[in-house]
Each structure stands twice: as C-alpha cells, then as structure tokens.
C-alpha cells in the first residue's frame, strides 16, 4: 500500500474527493438556500395572488350587489312613475269630467234662457198681432156691438176676480 501513497493519481483522488468533501456544505447551503429564497419568492407570489383574487372577489360581489340595489331602485323608479301617471290620469278625467259637466249645465241654463226669450217675444209679438185683430175688428164693428162686447168683457172679468 506503500505505493499508493507516492502514486500522484492516488493523491489526486485524495484531494478530489477532499475537495468535494469541503465543497459539498457551502454548495449545499448556497443551494438550499437559493432554492429557499426561491420557494419563499413563489410563495409571495402565490399569497399576492391569492389576496389579489379575494379583493376582486370582493369586487365583484360588491359590484352584484349594487347591481341589485340598481335594479330595485329602477323598479321602484317605475312603480313610483306607474302610480303617480296613475293619480294623473285620474286626476285629468276627473277635471275633464267636471268641466263637461259644468259647460253642460251651462248650455242647458243657456237653453233655458234663449227659450224664456223666445216664448216673451213670441208672447209679445202674439200679443201686437192680436191686438192689431182686435182692433181691426172693432173698428168694423158698430157701436152698439162695441158696447155690448165691452160690457161682457167686463161682467166676465168681475166674475173671475
């Protein structure tokens, strides 16, 4: 074995794994290490990215339920309108309704008044025509006759009173 120990490929060995020897911890830890700053960086990663999904989760539920208050808040929108257009269209038919009724009435007392007119002037008139008749007629008449007439006249005006 003694030649081992002047043999340069012994020796070389030797330090070889000498060398590996001593190399492997620092490479070891270098890659450990490297590896853990690796696995720590993915795992921040993965957090931020996980945290980053959770908010737009967040978001979106946050935007649905506005949606929703939107949405109430339209049909409340439009059965508030449907009501009020409601209350106005009655309210309209209503006043429609009173002003036919009065301008009704108004025509009808119109009517009423243009009639009374009517009926006096044809009263009045009648009366004109009938007293020019009468006068005619007296006019043609004796006087003997007249008196008679008149004195009949008389006694049937006392009789009604």
């Known amino acids: 074995m003694s030649y081992l120990f002047s043999d340069p490929k012994f020796w070389l060995l030797v330090s070889f794994i000498t060398f590996l020897i001593l190399m492997f911890k620092p490479f070891k830890s270098m890659m450990i290490g490297g590896l853990d700053t690796k696995i720590d960086e993915i795992k921040q990663n993965i957090d ?7 908010q737009a989760e967040e978001k979106l539920k946050n935007a649905e339920d ?5 949405s109430n808040k339209v049909d409340e929108i439009i059965s508030n309108a449907e009501t009020q257009a409601e209350f106005i269209s009655k309210n309209i038919i209503e006043r429609t309704s009173q002003t036919i009724k009065s ?22 008139q009648a009366s004109l025509e009938l007293n020019k008749i009468i006068n005619n007629y007296f006019s043609s008449l004796s006087e003997d006759n007249k008196t008679k007439i008149l004195d009949k006249s008389i006694t049937d005006l006392k009789s009604i009173n």
């Open 48 to 54: 931020k990215s996980l945290e980053s999904f959770n």
């Open 103 to 124: 301008k009704e009435k108004n025509s009808i007392d119109r009517i009423k008044q243009i009639e009374l007119s009517a009926i006096q002037s044809i009263k009045a």
């Open 66 to 70: 506005q949606t929703e208050d939107l």
